[in-house]
């Protein structure tokens, strides 16, 4: 028997001023239109921190350093059809950067926004606004608890 494989995902939370920045997908016909945080698969062969740097660096343009990142939560979602993967997603917390955050990938992102994140604006992709919301660490969502 195969050993089961989930899907890695990473999200960086970045906090300036009391908001925390969201990005508004486009083109990749997965909730597009909707604000998300910044994110990104794991490549293969690099650690999750890595993987994160790098997504915040091609999609935002900053630079990152290792130690101004901390694990924050942890998802373990179940897939939401029959074709779709289960994801493991590591959200990540970002005390600092350098550079002023701009689209680096204007195919894949519509805007950039700042919101209150005690006040999610209504177009959150769901799994983030529960993420963000849970007052734990881990939360497995989609199987009934």
Same mark, same amino acid.
Request: proline share 3%.
């Given at each position: 028997?195969?050993?089961?494989? &989930? ?19 486009k ?15 794991l490549?293969? =062969? ?10 915040l ?24 059809? &029959? ?42 992709? =769901? ?14 969502l989609?199987?009934?608890?």
């Amino acid at each position: 028997m195969a050993k089961f494989k &989930a899907c890695v995902a990473v999200y960086g939370v970045l906090e300036r001023d009391g908001e925390m920045l969201m990005l508004r997908r486009k083109g990749s016909g997965y909730r597009d239109g909707q604000l998300s945080l910044p994110a990104g698969h794991l490549d293969g =062969d690099e650690d999750a921190v890595s993987g994160l740097i790098r997504e915040l660096n091609e999609e935002l343009c900053l630079t990152v350093r290792r130690q101004d990142v901390e694990l924050a939560k942890v998802l373990h979602r179940r897939r939401e059809s &029959a074709q779709d993967d289960e994801y493991v997603d590591l959200i990540f917390r970002v005390s600092a950067w350098e550079g002023e955050p701009q689209i680096g990938e204007p195919d894949k992102c519509g805007e950039l926004v700042w919101v209150n994140p005690t006040a999610l604006p209504a177009d959150v992709v =769901d799994y983030i606004r529960q993420a963000l919301n849970t007052t734990t660490n881990f939360a497995a969502l989609g199987w009934q608890q």
